[in-house]
């Protein structure tokens, strides 16, 4: 079945550890988006990809960048985790981006200690 | 500014009994709706959308929704609810213009015997 895969599911890591973050799509879509939702919060948009464009949100902190080697690949890379961005990571695709629907990877739990 | 109001934080529903999820939106065109459900440490599955056409719409797991443009509204509803119906539901709203997409901050659902 095509779908949106996250690896890892649950991720821990330490206060100022670099960590990377992975999504892999077998839908050929052409966007992709990563998105941070807090606990009993809507999902936050961080940026996303439109093929190989980058469109990074206004308010995303510095700290996440994001990388895109291949249509199928997306990667979170977070340079320096504080203990404010513990949260779920969901990973998500579609087609385009006027209205198009969204295809929601399972998410990866993010701890920071 | 284009948003989404989900207004019922949390709703409490018998199992068997029907269930009404309220969405309003604010937006100068018609957008596309859609209505999402998270299970607990879940990404989000896509249970309907409207793009046009008919106004009343049917989804997955016996989920319908009915757009009124008069009210700005994308109610989600279903005649008698399951307790595995028990998720959290985000409705959203993509644009044209502008390209952008935008979520609800959700309604908890909780179903009890």
């Known amino acids: 079945d095509a779908m949106v895969i996250q690896n890892p599911r649950y991720q821990v890591t330490q206060f100022g550890k670099p960590v990377t973050l992975s999504c892999s799509q077998t839908l050929n879509h052409n966007v992709m988006y990563w998105y941070q939702q807090k606990s009993s919060q809507a999902p936050k948009l961080l940026f996303h990809?439109?093929?190989?464009?980058?469109?990074n949100e206004a308010d995303t902190p510095d700290n996440f960048q994001s990388r895109r080697p291949n249509t199928s690949f997306c990667f979170l890379d977070i340079r320096s985790p504080g203990l404010g961005d513990a949260a779920m990571y969901l990973c998500?695709?579609?087609?385009?981006?006027?209205?198009?629907?969204?295809?929601f990877g399972p998410g990866t739990r993010l701890t920071v200690t | 500014a284009q948003s989404v109001t989900q207004p019922d934080i949390h709703i409490t529903v018998s199992e068997g009994a029907s269930l009404e999820l309220r969405c309003n939106y604010s937006y100068g065109a018609t957008p596309y709706l859609f209505w999402y459900v998270q299970s607990p440490g879940q990404g989000l599955q896509l249970l309907l959308k409207?793009?046009?056409?008919?106004?009343l719409v049917q989804g997955i797991k016996g989920f319908e929704a009915e757009f009124k443009r008069s009210q700005s509204s994308f109610n989600l509803r279903k005649p008698s609810v399951h307790w595995s119906d028990a998720a959290e539901y985000f409705c959203?709203?993509?644009?044209?213009?502008?390209?952008?997409?935008?979520f609800g901050t959700g309604t908890s659902l909780t179903v009890i015997p």
């Open positions: 998500a695709t579609s087609r385009g981006t006027a209205g198009y629907e969204q295809y």
């Open positions: 409207y793009f046009s056409g008919d106004t």
């Open positions: 990809y439109y093929d190989k464009d980058f469109n």
């Open positions: 959203a709203v993509g644009t044209f213009t502008g390209n952008q997409f935008y």
